[in-house]
C-alpha cells in the first residue's frame, strides 16, 4: 500500500512542477528505477500504474524482464560496457547511457541481430566530476551524433545527465541547463533529439522545471534501498 501511495505522491509533485513552468505534465515520463528491488515490488508498481522501469546492472536487468512477462517499457540506465550490451539489447526500449562510438558500434550490432532499431540517448557529463561518465562538451556530442548517423540500427533520440548529489539548487540548475542547451543546439541539426533524462529522487522537481521529459525516480517510489540481500533473495 505504502508503495501505491509513493507513485501518487511523485505523479502529482511532477504535476505540480510541471504546471510551475507552464508545461504539459503528459509530457514527462516517469521511470520508475526498480535496481535492486524484487520482482514482487515491480509488479506491485506495475499494478500501481507505473508503466516504465529503470535498471542498472546488465545481468539484474536480462533476467528481470525475462520474468516479467507484463507489457512494461523498459530503460537501461547505468553503464553498459561493451561486453554487456547482449544482456540488455533483447528488452531495452531505451539505452539511457551511450558515451563513446564503440559503445554505439556494439550496440548497432546487436540491435541489427535482434531485427530492431534501438532508441538511445546519449550521456553527458554536466557536473564536471572526474568520477561521473559521459561526453564532455558539445564538440564531443556532435561528433557522437554524426557518428551514429551512419548506423542504421540505433535512433538517437535524447541526452541524459546525473547532476551531483547535493542540495545546492544552483548546481543542480546549472547541470539540467547545460544538458536543456545542448539538446535545444543539437536538435537543430537532428531534431529527433528530443528527450531531457535528468533528474532523480533528490532533484527531479527542479529538473522538470528546467525542461526535464524523464525523470529516473527509486526512493521516493520504492523506498530506502536495502543492500544485505541481492534482488531475488528478497
Not at 533476467?63 to 512494461?72: G, S, W, Y
Amino acid at each position: 500500500m505504502m508503495l501505491k501511495e509513493n507513485l501518487k505522491i511523485v505523479k502529482e509533485k511532477i504535476a505540480e512542477s510541471a504546471k510551475k513552468s507552464g508545461r504539459n505534465p503528459d509530457e514527462i515520463k516517469l521511470i520508475a528505477v526498480s535496481k535492486t528491488n524484487p520482482i514482487s515490488k515491480i509488479l506491485e508498481a506495475f499494478e500501481a500504474g507505473a508503466t516504465d522501469f529503470g535498471e542498472n546492472k546488465a545481468l539484474e536487468f536480462r533476467d528481470k524482464t525475462e520474468l516479467i512477462a507484463k507489457k512494461v517499457t523498459w530503460h537501461f540506465i547505468g553503464h553498459l560496457q561493451r561486453n554487456k550490451v547482449k544482456y540488455v539489447i533483447k528488452s531495452a526500449d531505451y539505452i539511457h547511457s551511450v558515451e563513446n562510438y564503440k559503445l554505439a558500434l556494439e550496440i548497432n550490432k546487436r540491435a541489427a541481430q535482434q531485427n530492431k532499431m534501438q532508441k538511445i540517448l546519449f550521456e553527458i557529463n554536466t557536473s564536471g566530476e572526474e568520477a561521473k561518465f559521459g561526453l564532455k562538451n558539445f564538440e564531443e556530442l556532435l561528433q557522437l551524433a554524426q557518428q551514429c548517423d551512419e548506423l542504421p540500427n540505433i535512433t538517437p533520440v535524447g541526452l541524459m545527465t546525473m547532476a551531483a548529489f547535493t542540495n545546492n539548487e544552483v548546481s543542480l540548475r546549472k547541470s539540467f541547463v547545460m544538458l536543456r542547451e545542448m539538446r535545444d543546439k543539437i536538435s537543430i541539426k537532428y531534431p529527433y533529439i528530443k528527450e531531457l533524462s535528468m533528474g532523480m529522487t533528490n532533484d527531479y522537481t527542479i529538473a522538470i522545471e528546467e525542461g526535464a521529459t524523464m525523470v529516473r525516480i527509486g526512493t521516493a517510489i520504492f523506498g530506502k534501498r536495502d543492500l544485505s540481500l541481492s534482488w531475488n533473495e528478497k
